[in-house]
Structures are given as C-alpha cells and as structure tokens.
C-alpha cells in the first residue's frame, strides 16, 4: 500500500529474533501481523472519495468544464472523484444514465419532467442557459420575426423543437404571424442548414447556440435570439433548458458527491468566466478552427452560464412548458398537462 507520500511503506522490524519460546506462538504472530497490515488498509479504504460518473457528448461543452474541474483537482477538493465517459449523442447519454452505466448526463428538464411522470424520479440541475438564435447574413433586410413572413427558413431540430416552438410563440404573441405557415420552411440539421445559408439556399437559420457561433465566425449575424423571444414570452433570458440530470436517489444516497460535484461545476464555470489562461488550455479540446471560431465558442458559452437562482428557473420552467403545450401539443410534453414537481434539484435536497 502506498501512504501519504506514495513510496512502499518499509516492513516492520521485530523487536528480538524468535527464540524457542517463541516457536508455538509463530502461527499466532503471522497472524497478527496480517491483521495489523490488514487495519493499516482500513482508513484510507473508508475514506476513499466516493466516484462520479460523469457522461459527456464527445461534441458537447460539459466537457471542458469536466476537464477544469479535474486539471484543477476541483473534485478531490470537495470529497469525490471524477470520471468521464464519452456518448455519442443525447439518445445515449438518456441510455446511459437510465441503465446506471453514467451517475450523471446532460439533458433537458423536459425529458426528466416526462421520467418523473413515469415513475423514474429523476432530478435537474441548470447547466447552461445558452440559446440559439435566427442567423441571417450580416447583410439581410431581416431584424425581426416579423421580417420572416415569406423568408426561406430553416429549423434545426424539427417541428418539435423546443427552441422553435418558443420562437413561434413569440412571433404569435409579439404580431400574430404564425411562422409554420407564414414561411417557406425546411427542418435539416444544423450543419446542412448552415452550408444552405452560406450559400444563400436560405434566408435565414434557427440553430443551436454552438451552430450560430460557427455562423458568427464566418461573418452572419443573429437577428433574434432564443432568449429574445423568451423574452417576449414574459419570461427570463436566462432560462436553462439544459442540465445535469441524475437520479434523485442517487443522489440522496451519496450527498457527498452530488455536492461536491455540484460545488466543482459552479467552481469551474467561475473560472472559465474570467479566466484567459484556462481557455488557453482548453482550445485544444475545443478544435476551433481559427480565433474568430474560438472567441466566438467562448463568448456564448460564458453568456450562457447559470445566473438564475433554481426557485426562479423553476417558476419560468412552469410558464414555459404551459407555452411549449399549447404551441406544439400534447405530443412535445408526452401528454403532461404541467410541470410535475421535484423535477428541479432543491439544494436543500442534498
């Protein structure tokens, strides 16, 4: 066993030679001594830092923050240790998570809203309250929603979307101009949909935070945020449809860790906000491919951490999903009326 300076403890060294005295008892003496190394491991495996499992997408921003919180010992700091493991995508995070093989992903409170409505009482934590935007060329006519009426517009994510659902919202509310109808309208992902604006096969793009910072690099602009239209909605621009999700008895189980782990995270988004060196360090993992891109990364992922205090994300989150359900139906909240409750991780809980 290795001690507190990591070098072999040497054995220990008898007081005298065996003598013939000594001989009945030597069964008894090895004995003893294996239970005396026995008790020497004892301490160290009872306080053993207990282990957080942490799934991460191999393009998603969790990852630097996993990787402060480690090169800055943040999780030996607060009593736990942490591990990563790559996904593929928010499908095997949930996977992941749901099969015990991750303690914690990132997913959106509407998936844990419709988990604990299942039976599966799950819990959320803001991560980032980031959002996308509609880009459009730094030289387009189009400033508003209503500027959209007979554009060409592309939609990341699909009819049911979540961002997109608020953004039809808010041009309902803001002018009463329904979007799905009003434009000549294309779902695509978001790198196809990017190359199309670039090439101006569309007006404009309504796509995720990290897609309209490539956009901002290479010259387009944001007309309106996803936050904009929150906004309009009557609630905050900081809401977070994203966090860490995890079990509630997990984490009722191992306060330690989801408090320590907790601690870490709010730990590292204070440094990587005012930090310069750290996003030295983290470029390499980020892979910009110049200093337009990876100022660009940087900023709105600074913009998006959490500044809403949980009690009024979850106030906002309830608005939100009342305006989500009417705007897309009982097929985007998977039938739920309302927000169930606990879907928001009280501090107190822990």
């Not at 994300?313 to 009342?322: E, G, H, N, P, S």
Request: glycine share 10%.
């Amino acid at each position: 066993m290795l001690n507190d300076t990591g070098h072999i403890p040497p054995p220990v060294a008898l007081g005298r030679p065996l003598g013939a005295a000594d001989q009945g008892g030597r069964g008894l003496g090895r004995r003893a001594c294996l239970m005396a190394s026995a008790a020497l491991l004892l301490p160290a495996q009872a306080h053993a830092a207990p282990e957080v499992r942490l799934g991460v997408l191999q393009y998603g921003s969790v990852q630097w923050v996993a990787d402060v919180i480690r090169r800055r010992g943040l999780d030996t700091s607060n009593g736990f240790s942490l591990s990563t493991s790559a996904l593929a995508n928010s499908d095997s995070s949930r996977v992941a998570l749901m099969a015990g093989a991750a303690d914690i992903v990132v997913s959106d409170w509407f998936f844990v809203a419709s988990q604990r409505a299942a039976g599966n009482r799950l819990s959320f934590v803001p991560f980032s309250s980031a959002s996308g935007g509609i880009m459009v060329a730094d030289s387009s006519p189009i400033r508003s929603l209503a500027d959209l009426a007979n554009r060409r517009l592309g939609v990341a994510g699909g009819p049911l979307d979540k961002s997109w659902l608020i953004v039809q919202a808010a041009a309902r509310s803001a002018g009463g101009v329904e979007l799905a109808t009003a434009t000549k309208l294309t779902y695509g992902a978001p790198p196809l949909l990017d190359a199309m604006l670039q090439r101006n096969d569309m007006d404009a793009v309504l796509t995720f935070w990290n897609f309209a910072a490539r956009l901002d690099a290479a010259g387009f602009r944001q007309a309106v945020s996803v936050g904009d239209c929150a906004r309009t909605l009557g609630l905050s621009d900081r809401i977070s449809l994203i966090g860490y999700t995890f079990h509630e008895d997990w984490a009722k189980q191992n306060r330690v860790a989801i408090n320590g782990f907790l601690n870490a995270s709010a730990a590292a988004l204070a440094i990587m906000a005012n930090d310069d060196a750290e996003w030295d360090k983290l470029r390499p993992l980020m892979g910009p491919a110049d200093d337009a891109l990876f100022q660009s990364l940087r900023r709105r992922f600074v913009d998006g951490i959490p500044q809403m205090a949980i009690d009024t994300q979850q106030r906002d989150a309830a608005k939100l999903f009342d305006i989500v359900r009417h705007a897309g139906g009982a097929r985007v909240t998977d039938g739920l009326d309302a927000l169930p409750d606990g879907v928001f991780w009280q501090p107190s809980n822990g």
